[in-house]
């Protein structure tokens, strides 16, 4: 398991590197030259000519590359826009986002395996009804706009939640205030999709000889769907979640947009206007790596319900 | 009897529609659009009538054991059949949006740009230029599918192929096509494809590609994997041994046996490809006014969502309608195809 | 009789200044939210060519001289000046006891540290263009500091508004640091920066003019509009600058809020490449003007955030020119502009393909309406076209390069006239994205900033307005943005006028909450 980790880990270099190709390479195409536009309708051509020396922008394209990915593992790399090293602005933006995520994903796993098992152990119910055509509603949904609504019904409507902004840490009351209209909006996705992957493997696993065994021996039902049938879905769930985690990353960048929350999402969509190269380059760069942890811790939970399956 | 009648008052309605507008208004073959409306119609007309009049020959399906299996899974749930009920009116206003729209859709009275409430005049209102919203709304079915399908036919088509390779050649090829892909995977969408459009510039056709060419994980990784199950199976082991080429053994063996479970994606991918596009008109790069676009649309109601609710309600509900169309659908047919069972 | 009325006098004064005690103390206001469209990047007040930027720079840094009522030039710092006889020797009298954030006094070291800093090319200010004029800064003693020019340059005072840093702390931290840990003399000082989300600032008990009434002032930034309308409504801001004409609209109407306008110091505009076919012919640019019903449009899609306009110079800028330009502007003639369209293309001027197409920046959500508006005029005009709406880095890089035809620009500038028309219309001017070269026209703009003679330079701006906008048809004007603040109603003497500040505290307002 431990050599399993550090192998996964060690992925995380070729991701970088490919990543940062990828992007080095379509921040060329991007037309658009960032101390002109830093500059704005104001600037002189000198000024942009002092600004593109400052920040080395006439060396060739290897040069470059390796300047920014160098400085950006040593930390040195500075932003354009803020004046600021990237890695510092990136660390002040990192917290909220990982609120955000994770906050929206204990959402999404506490409301939608709840809802997923009772729909399928009550099949056909009203409940099983209700619940489903909301979550298929659910994944239909642009996240932004779900979001715009919730602050118009929970802030506005019923002020019972700030409508933007950030709070402070979540372990303090105003920063989890904050943080709920965001984190909801976010996870509606997730719940959507995890409920009804849940309730599908439920039934698929419930039709089981196993089971029908089980109960025929008179284990009670409440044993059967939560010891045996529940502990065997829960591998198809897993594996949803880590496919939807994609869908939530990219749903965050909208929902930080219009939450005015500051997460490294909003701050890469910033970047990429501004054409800040090392900001994009950073914050993506970042980004990605995040994915590739959350992606791997999922793959280790899967392992902690599924002993079958071992890593070496 | 029932099911006659209806068709045939489906038939009228047609005719009626067509008849006003070529001989009344001349629109027939003018434009782009209405070259597509009109061969739209014709066609209509043309299986309405076959149905009326001669449906034996439809009968050929049906006797087909494969399709009548697939036509009773399909039919189990109910919500196949709301899908395809919802995607043939979308499908309807999308090609016959000129004939049936009762206002142009971009067209500004000058003198009078303001929105106004749904009303009799106008269904779901006017916009703050004064347009009709319901024309706007049916046009705007044209661009959501034919991105979608486009943005979609693009991703299936770089995902098929890396998937192929990878999974036929296996071994050294299979690692780096995967790793490549992943790592193209771990870059967010929404920020990848903001970053090819700010390369490439504002456009439907830009649109398409920084959509398509997102998330091409789905498609490669699902065909890498039917391909590690067909190509242990004995025919293509004999096909090979017989010295069929490579490109042959793909297109004849393996690409078939996979096509179920990849219409299953891609209808799922549509829906999926629509919310992106409209996240993107969120963040400003979306369809160019004043094309009429859901999304962009969408965007534009937030504006006057106190005073005018209505410019959000309508696209976003058609946005909402046409991807949970697509992924009913998608639930359904996923059912009635069975992918897991690949024999 | 006399002393009664004297009594009488002295009663009344007494009360008059019991009350406004009364009232002063009132005014306190312990906690004000602001919300403002972007975010604070750094500020330093030597970078802050970014407008959020510079906007709440304003507040913690003073120049020597502030804007007043009208947009007037006031003393800040300095008390005094005095200008020689051939306008190339300023010399500022410094108020004595002007105390930076960190308790230091400001002397007129300083003050020269400042300038040659932004003046060091090194640097890369964007601010440098204002005052390049300068040819030495001499102290002369510690309240006094004179600057020479190399030649007259007329708008030279508006650069004396550029906030003054602490020479010993600047030094010491350094820029980069500076434009995080800012310290100025003005009303607010810096408390704590959650980058991204918000700036606390608290009022600076020692500072030199009056002690803002505000404590404590947190700036929120919140980029969608839509969001800081929403913001405005829960309550959770009580000002706000980044609305869209659609939620001006639902504010308006509510006794909860006020809405101020104030003509703006923007511009926006419609502008023609010289340097392209067919922008370049006169003939083409005047049937695009005749096809669109600019005088209609304006006035619905910009509703209260902006006003017609004729000229690219703001109304509250000389020379006043407006009345001429209207009545000889190209006016709405659908038939006119087919029939030159018809003959263009007859004469090939037209390509067969030919798309016109309308860039915009897509974050200016009134300039992408306009567009569409005038895309489907052209169309029914019988000219194919289309929006280009695209990010403004996009955009900026491609009219720079000249493959932009018709083009959706905003500008703002100080008020004078040379910031405006010398960098659009010379032809080496540095925002000359017409690619408009004419002899005459820069003849004028030169002479117009070497002298100083107002009647003198009116005439001559007048000339080159006349010029490039009636006769050449380079430019066409759509509308001064006006500047626009919500708030909600407990909110005082908060007025817009200069959107280069947020006026919160100026020689004319002190905002409270009631």
Redesign the interface.
């Known amino acids: 398991m431990f050599a399993y980790i550090i192998k996964r880990l060690l992925w995380l270099i070729p991701v970088v590197i490919g990543v940062s190709l990828i992007l080095f390479g379509i921040m060329q195409l991007v037309p658009g030259n960032p101390a002109a536009i830093m500059l704005g309708t104001n600037a002189t051509p000198a000024a942009i000519k002092a600004l593109n020396e400052k920040f080395g922008f006439n060396e060739p394209f290897h040069i470059r590359y390796f300047l920014m990915l160098k400085n950006f593992i040593t930390g040195e790399l500075d932003s354009i826009y803020y004046g600021d090293e990237v890695i510092n602005i990136i660390s002040n933006r990192l917290i909220p986002t990982i609120e955000l995520g994770l906050l929206s994903l204990i959402i999404a796993v506490l409301v939608a395996i709840p809802t997923g098992v009772i729909a399928a152990v009550k099949k056909n119910s009203l409940f099983d009804l209700i619940s489903m055509f909301i979550a298929t509603i659910g994944i239909s949904v642009p996240a932004f706009f779900t979001g715009i609504i919730f602050i118009y019904i929970f802030s506005v409507y019923f002020p019972f939640f700030p409508s933007s902004g950030y709070g402070g840490r979540i372990w303090t009351l105003s920063g989890l205030r904050h943080l709920v209209l965001p984190a909801f909006a976010l996870s509606t996705v997730m719940i959507a999709s995890t409920s009804r992957i849940t309730r599908s493997s439920m039934l698929d696993i419930m039709k089981e000889d196993y089971l029908v065994t089980a109960r025929s021996k008179g284990v009670a039902e409440k044993v059967i769907i939560l010891k045996h049938a529940f502990r065997n879905a829960l591998i198809p769930i897993i594996t949803n979640i880590g496919n939807q985690l994609a869908m939530m990353f990219g749903g965050a960048i909208l929902i930080e947009s219009v939450f005015a929350w500051p997460g490294v999402g909003r701050l890469a969509v910033s970047a990429v206007e501004a054409r800040d190269q090392p900001l994009v380059f950073g914050s993506i760069l970042i980004l990605s790596i995040l994915f590739v942890l959350v992606n791997l811790l999922v793959d280790i939970i899967y392992v902690f319900i599924n002993p079958q399956i071992s890593y070496k | 009897m029932k099911k006659k009648i209806i068709l045939f008052i489906l038939l009228v309605i047609q005719i009626y529609i067509s008849y006003q507008n070529w001989l009344v208004e001349g629109k027939i073959w003018s434009s782009l659009e209405y070259k597509f409306a009109t061969a739209f119609s014709v066609l209509l007309i043309v299986l309405l009538l076959l149905l009326l009049f001669k449906k034996s020959i439809f009968l050929k399906f049906k006797e087909n054991a494969l399709y009548a299996k697939m036509f009773k899974e399909f039919n189990k749930g109910y919500g196949g059949k709301i899908a395809v009920v919802m995607l043939a009116l979308i499908f309807y206003a999308a090609f016959m949006a000129p004939f049936i729209a009762p206002y142009s859709p971009t067209k500004i009275d000058y003198s009078n740009m303001t929105y106004s409430a749904p009303s009799l005049e106008h269904w779901f209102g006017t916009d703050d230029f004064g347009r009709d919203m319901f024309s706007r709304v049916l046009y705007g079915a044209r661009i959501a599918l034919g991105v979608g399908f486009s943005a979609v036919l693009v991703n299936a088509s770089l995902g098929v192929s890396l998937g192929l390779l990878a999974g036929y050649y296996g071994g050294k090829a299979d690692m780096i096509i995967m790793r490549l892909v992943e790592i193209w995977n771990s870059i967010p969408f929404i920020l990848l494809a903001l970053a090819i459009i700010s390369a490439l510039g504002t456009g439907i056709f830009n649109i398409i590609i920084a959509v398509g060419i997102t998330g091409l994980i789905n498609f490669s990784r699902l065909t890498r994997s039917i391909v590690f199950q067909i190509k242990e199976k004995e025919y293509v082991t004999s096909a090979k041994a017989l010295g069929a080429s490579d490109l042959r053994i793909l297109y004849n063996h393996i690409l078939p046996n996979s096509i179920s479970s990849l219409i299953v994606l891609g209808t799922l991918r549509i829906g999926i490809s629509i919310l992106v596009v409209a996240g993107l008109s969120f963040l400003g790069l979306g369809i160019q006014p004043p094309t009429a676009a859901w999304g962009t649309m969408l965007n534009r109601g937030q504006e006057y969502l106190i005073q005018a609710p209505w410019m959000s309600i309508f696209p976003g509900l058609a946005i909402i309608i046409t991807v949970l169309s697509f992924n009913l659908l998608g639930d359904a047919l996923r059912d009635a195809l069975d992918p897991r069972q690949l024999d | 009789m006399k002393n009664k009325f004297l009594v009488l006098l002295l009663v009344s004064l007494f009360m008059v200044s019991v009350f406004s005690a009364v009232q002063a103390q009132e005014k306190v206001t312990e906690e004000f939210v602001m919300g403002i469209e972007d975010?604070v990047?750094?500020l330093?007040p030597g970078?802050t060519?970014?407008?959020v930027n510079e906007r709440v720079a304003s507040l913690i840094f003073d120049g020597l001289v502030r804007y007043g009522k009208a947009n007037k030039i006031v003393p800040g710092i300095a008390k005094d000046w005095t200008i020689s006889e051939n306008e190339m020797e300023y010399t500022f009298e410094l108020r004595e006891g002007v105390l930076f954030h960190n308790g230091q006094e400001l002397t007129a070291e300083d003050v020269e540290y400042t300038y040659q800093r932004i003046l060091n090319?090194?640097y890369?200010?964007?601010l440098?263009?204002k005052i390049e004029s300068i040819k030495s800064i001499e102290v002369i003693d510690d309240y006094t500091i004179k600057f020479t020019l190399n030649e007259p340059y007329a708008p030279f005072m508006l650069g004396m508004t550029f906030g003054i840093i602490p020479k010993e702390y600047a030094e010491k931290i350094g820029?980069?640091e500076l434009?995080?840990n800012p310290i100025g003399t003005g009303p607010f000082k810096l408390e704590e920066w959650?980058?991204?989300?918000?700036i606390v600032l608290s009022a600076y008990q020692d500072y030199w003019d009056k002690v803002p009434n505000i404590k404590k002032l947190v700036i929120?930034?919140?980029?969608?509009?839509?969001?800081q309308?929403?913001?405005l409504?829960?309550?959770?801001i009580d000002f706000g600058v980044n609305l869209?004409?659609?939620?001006l609209?639902?504010f308006r109407n509510n006794p909860d809020f006020k809405v101020k306008t104030a003509a703006g110091a923007g511009i926006n505009f419609l502008g023609f490449n010289f340097d392209m076919a067919p922008t370049n012919e006169r003939k083409f640019r005047e049937a695009v003007l005749q096809a669109v019903?600019f005088d209609?449009?304006i006035p619905?899609?910009f509703g209260i955030l902006g006003e017609r306009a004729y000229s690219m110079l703001p109304p509250t800028l000389w020379p006043e020119e407006r009345e001429y330009l209207k009545e000889n502007a190209v006016g709405f003639d659908p038939e006119a502009a087919a029939q030159k369209f018809e003959e263009l293309k007859a004469a090939g001027v037209i390509p067969e393909d030919y798309v016109a197409r309308v860039y915009v920046s897509?974050?200016r959500?009134n300039q992408?309406?306009t567009?569409?508006?005038m895309?489907?005029?052209l169309?029914?005009a019988g000219l194919r076209a289309?929006?280009?709406?695209?990010?403004?880095?996009?955009m900026?890089?491609?009219l720079?390069r000249g493959e932009i035809g018709m083009f959706f620009?905003?500008?703002?500038?100080d008020p004078d006239p040379d910031y405006w028309l010398y960098r659009f219309f010379k032809s080496d001017g540095?925002?000359n994205r017409a690619f408009y070269e004419n002899d005459q026209v820069d003849q004028w703009l030169e002479k117009a900033r070497s002298i100083s003679n107002q009647a003198e330079r009116e005439d001559l701006y007048q000339k080159v307005l006349r010029k490039v906008l009636i006769e050449d048809l380079v430019f066409h004007p759509l509308a001064h943005s006006n500047q626009i603040y919500v708030m909600q109603d407990e909110v005082q003497e908060l007025n817009p006028g200069n959107s280069l500040i947020i006026p919160l505290v100026t020689p004319t307002a002190n905002v409270y909450k009631e």
Request: proline share 6%.
């Open positions: 975010e990047s750094n330093d970078e060519t970014i407008s090319p090194e890369g200010s964007g440098r263009a820029n980069e434009g995080r959650s980058p991204g989300n918000q929120r930034s919140i980029p969608e509009s839509a969001t309308a929403m913001e409504r829960s309550g959770g869209d004409v659609g939620q609209e639902s019903p209609q449009m619905q899609i897509n974050s959500p992408v309406k567009a569409e508006a895309v489907t005029a169309n029914q289309e929006v280009k709406a695209m990010e403004f880095g996009t900026w890089d491609m720079g620009l905003r500008f703002v500038s540095s925002l």
